[in-house]
């Protein structure tokens, strides 16, 4: 099993940023990748960012140029710099890993963390 645990939303102003962390921690031999989801209020769940075990990278048109996605492997950790955040960027963000087991790969989930940009 794997567990993840995320940190770091909160309240933030139109402009402001945020990082966010997840930190992984259970079985763990090898993650082939890590990312984050966001769902808003009535719509469905979305990539925000992914970083794969090799350090190819993936953003959403909506973050491009505004969050950096990165991973510190020795605390099986992945951070989410988020800047020039959006009222548009609400949501709660999930942090996602992928880890094979008996060779396969599975998804786990972190628990959700809010991010709400108001003001």
């Known amino acids: 099993q794997v567990q993840l645990v995320e940190s770091g939303g909160g309240l933030v102003q139109p402009g402001g940023s945020l990082k966010l962390s997840c930190a992984a921690s259970?079985?763990?031999?090898?993650?082939?990748?890590m990312g984050w989801y966001r769902q808003a209020p009535g719509k469905q769940r979305e990539l925000v960012a992914k970083?794969?075990?090799?350090?190819?990278?993936y953003y959403a048109d909506s973050v491009k140029d505004r969050f950096t996605i990165s991973r510190d492997n020795a605390k099986n950790t992945a951070y989410l710099q988020m800047n020039s955040l959006k009222f548009e960027d609400t949501a709660v963000y999930y942090c996602?890993?992928?880890?094979?087991?008996?060779?396969?790969?599975?998804?786990?989930w972190g628990q959700g963390t809010q991010v709400t940009v108001s003001g």
């Open positions: 996602n890993v992928v880890v094979p087991e008996v060779g396969v790969p599975r998804n786990y």
């Open positions: 970083i794969t075990s090799v350090g190819v990278v």
């Open positions: 259970g079985s763990i031999f090898s993650i082939y990748a």
